[in-house]
């Protein structure tokens, strides 16, 4: 009989995108898995700043699979600096273990980036990350810096020249990182140029789609979670034939919900003047840095609604508030925008900038728009396009069905049965 591979993984915290996957992993019994988690003080939840208030998920993240908190003495824990994550036991407690290959999660921590160089050479370093390019002018980028001299043009401005020799010099410092693993496993297409550009070759690549629970979103009786989002519409004064257009996440400038509200605004202005449709309806979710200009730049209108944060085991049915969903980004650091997703397995058509990093992979013209970010007409073009068209939940939730934790799951199997 076959001995089970052992699949060892690092990780700062349960993070409600992974945790499923692990568990169906472990429960699928085609290798042995062991979470390290290198923040443990965030088990209990953490502060976001963004949200004012301290977040702990209400689904469970630390069920149906095997996992080891890993004492971290940082005087400031933390995932988003360097000396967040210093855990002093951690090479020697993944060795105790005896892995087969080591799947990293974020290497700018500390302790993170030891096991990388520790294990290197020693057993297959993995590596699974969703950054993108699109905040760079990367064919501009490339056809400067492949040139056989080397040399920027004189017509390039300063400020441009300085944007490129900074990507330049972090193209260099990625370049030195990524040499220490073995496997990446990019999220979709944009993210697999990210790596390509950063010396990966396509031997060391391979795809685990980003995805989310897609069977939490749809759920087992479809008309549970719509009857649940009428009754919320309802209490909110929302009639059954508005059309409402929902944004989900922090309100923050990357993701551009100013944009979306002058839009909207500007819809029902022209709309009133004309005495024409109905005016659209907008619910933002979420709280964040723009919460008090939304606020105050929507102060009368009837017709914006905002509700706090939401919970996971709520978002389900908050999705099903909206017609349709919109993630109007405009960066910098928009990865891949998993609110899409869920939108999608909620049943909702998607309208998303070409910031957003999954919009190449999943928006197609059957199930969404896409728009040039920060470009309010088009917005509003694509906007009125799905406002007539009439897409069904079906054909939305059989859309992403293939973006699945299931094919998560099958990636890391393929990869570990061929070590």
């Known amino acids: 009989m076959t001995k089970k591979k052992r699949l060892a ?17 472990h429960k699928r019994e085609n290798c042995h898995l062991t979470v390290f988690y290198t923040w443990p003080q965030a088990i209990e939840g953490f502060n976001d700043p963004d949200f004012k208030q301290k977040v702990q998920w209400d689904i469970p993240l630390l069920d149906g699979y095997n996992y080891e908190l890993v004492d971290n003495i940082s005087q400031h824990p933390s995932s988003k600096r360097w000396s967040g994550i210093d855990n002093p036991t951690l090479i020697k407690n993944v060795k105790d273990y005896t892995p087969d290959a080591i799947l990293i999660f974020g290497w700018k921590l500390k ?9 290197k050479g020693k057993v297959p370093i993995w590596f699974r990350g969703d950054s993108t ?30 944007q490129l020799l900074k990507f330049k010099i972090r193209q260099f410092t990625l370049k030195y990182v990524y040499r220490h693993i073995d496997k990446a496993f990019y999220v979709g297409t944009n993210s697999k140029k990210y790596f390509q550009v950063h010396g990966l070759k396509d031997h060391q690549l391979v795809l685990a789609p980003h995805a989310i ?13 719509e009857n649940k989002a009428k009754q919320w519409r309802k209490d909110l ?14 309100l923050e400038s990357k993701k551009n919900p100013l944009l979306l509200l002058n839009a909207i ?7 009133l003047s004309r005495s024409a449709i109905q005016p659209i309806k907008l619910i933002f979710i979420g709280s964040g840095p723009l919460e ?18 939401v919970n996971q ?3 389900p049915v908050a999705y099903r508030l909206g017609n349709i969903f919109c993630l109007p980004s405009k960066g910098p650091e928009e990865t891949w925008g998993l609110a899409v997703n869920e939108a999608l397995a909620s049943g909702r058509p998607v309208l998303v900038s070409d910031k957003v990093g999954c919009a190449v992979d999943i928006v197609t013209s059957g199930v969404g728009r896409i728009f040039k970010s920060n470009t309010k007409n088009e917005l509003l073009a694509c906007l009125n396009e799905l406002l007539q068209s009439n897409i069904q939940p079906d054909t939305c939730q059989n859309h992403i069905a293939n973006w699945s934790f299931e094919a998560i799951c099958q990636s890391m199997e393929s990869e570990l049965s061929e070590l």
């Open 9 to 25: 993984i690092i990780s700062t915290h349960p993070i409600q995108y992974n945790a499923p996957w692990f568990a169906m992993l």
């Open 111 to 119: 302790s993170h980036f030891q096991v990388m160089r520790h294990f």
């Open 133 to 162: 390019l699109l905040d760079h002018d990367i064919q501009t980028i490339s056809q400067l810096f492949n040139s056989s001299t080397h040399q920027l043009p004189i017509v390039i401005g300063i400020n441009t020249t300085k």
């Open 213 to 225: 629970d897609n069977h939490r979103f749809t759920g087992i009786d479809k008309n549970e979670y």
């Open 237 to 250: 004064g929302i009639k059954p034939e508005d059309k409402v257009v929902l944004f989900a996440g922090k």
């Open 265 to 271: 605004q500007q819809l029902n202005s022209q709309s």
């Open 292 to 309: 008090k200009k939304l606020k105050h730049l929507s102060q009368g209108d009837p017709n914006i609604f905002f509700i706090p944060f």
């Open 313 to 315: 085991s709520q978002m």
